[in-house]
């Protein structure tokens, strides 16, 4: 359509003809790559839970419900402006401590109280306040902008990622609060917190697990549960020899025996002896991707990792290329809740990293994780949406 001389064009005319499309602004390889991993876990699911009640079909269609339900949420993000979000932090902190203390008068699951009951699934409260610290944290970090290197800001930040671990570890949820943790500290880093912090940082974490490990037992006093405890000492000093009266060696041990079974390509959905003959513990939530090494291989493991490394990198470019800091940090936080997520599950499965029941994001099974997940990649697509808005218009913000 030509536009003749003389002819004016009003300002909402022009943005809407020189405004590229708002699909056309997102990432489609971050697209791709979470539409990637569900499929991934829908064919993994249908393999893992052949020996479990009520069938593999119950899984797999309700892990494609709740991938779907996601992605709607994450596509209803992507058309909101993230900046927004700062001006509700105090709500959205207080929301995430509410539902992680809401949890303690529930009745218990496996002897966890971790769940909200609702008609479709179990809310899992602390998956959502992953989120919520994320959401919030950032905001209290960019408010305190020209303090972000001072020590007290430093030791504000992470008391306000510990309080919330600190209530969901006692639920118990030990990997769910070693992930509020690492959000907080990614924080810190990225807004460019001194090394020297950092540092004492680190060294401080190092003592207190070893105070929790050695010293607080010998006073007499038991911060974690005594499994939680086997679990963190077994990965310490592995006993050579595993028996039925240790869990945990007992399923790392059988771990190992799937993902090296199944070699190049995998023995087969026939062949999966470990995972269809119930050996494998939790084959559908904590050891899935040892169920898709076992069946599908090395070629099966690398796609689902090259997925995840596709993931992360695109996080990383969505981070450097943010509007402003507000939408620095939540990428940030973003990435230390899949980096950390991805290594932890996967490396306690080839006995890398202790068990602590950390879901493998998009792969394991659970309405939880998997919205939770498309919630957070769908503040990336804002974020990313954002950015391409700005640099099209308005010069990119510094908070």
């Known amino acids: 359509m030509s536009v003749s001389a ?3 064009i009003r300002p909402a005319e022009e943005s809407a003809v020189s405004r590229p499309r708002w699909l056309l602004m997102i990432d489609p390889l971050l697209l791709l790559a979470a539409l990637g991993l ?12 052949r020996g479990q009640d009520p069938g593999p079909s119950y899984y797999v269609e309700r892990q494609a419900i709740y991938a779907g339900l996601g992605v709607f949420i994450a596509l209803v993000l992507t058309r909101i402006d993230y900046s927004r979000l700062r001006e509700y932090k105090y709500f959205l902190y207080g929301l995430m401590i509410a539902l992680n203390i809401v949890v303690f008068g529930t009745s218990p699951i496996n002897g966890a109280r971790r769940w909200i009951p609702l008609p479709f699934l179990e809310f899992q409260s602390s998956e959502f306040g992953k989120v919520l610290l994320i959401v919030a944290l950032s905001a209290f970090a960019v408010d305190r902008l020209r303090r972000l290197h001072e020590r007290r800001t430093t030791a504000l930040i992470m008391l306000l990622a510990l309080i919330p671990a600190l209530i969901v570890i006692p639920q118990p949820d030990l990997g769910t609060g070693m992930v509020y943790v690492a959000i907080g500290f990614m924080l810190l880093f990225v807004g460019g917190t001194s090394w020297k ?49 240790d ?4 399923q790392l041990n059988e771990s190992e025996i799937a993902i090296g079974s199944g070699q190049k390509t995998g023995r087969g959905v026939a062949g999966a002896t470990q995972t269809e003959l119930d050996y494998l513990p939790a084959p559908s939530t904590d050891f899935i991707f040892a169920a898709l090494a076992e069946t599908y291989g090395f070629v099966g493991a690398a796609v689902v990792l090259s997925l995840y490394a596709l993931l992360i990198w695109r996080a990383l470019r969505i981070l450097t290329m943010a509007k402003n800091l507000y939408g620095t940090l939540i990428a940030g936080g973003i990435l230390a809740m899949l980096m950390f997520q991805v290594f932890v599950s996967v490396g306690m499965t080839i006995g890398i990293m202790p068990t602590t029941g950390v879901p493998l994001p998009l792969m394991s099974y659970g309405g939880s994780s998997v919205i939770v997940t498309f919630i957070a990649l769908g503040l990336l697509q804002s974020i990313h949406v954002q950015a391409r808005m700005a640099s099209t218009g308005k010069n990119r913000s510094l908070v």
Do not use: D, E
Request: with cysteine.
């Open 247 to 250: 869990p945990t060696c007992y």
């Open 38 to 49: 569900v499929a991934c876990s829908l064919v993994t699911l249908r393999v893992a839970t």
């Open 197 to 245: 912090q950092l540092t004492a940082l680190v060294a401080l974490f190092a003592a207190s697990i070893a105070l929790v490990l050695a010293g607080a037992p010998a006073l007499g006093v038991h911060v974690l549960k005594p499994y939680q405890q086997q679990r963190l000492t077994t990965f310490l000093n592995p006993p050579r020899v595993c028996t039925t009266k």
């Open 6 to 8: 003389g002819t004016s």
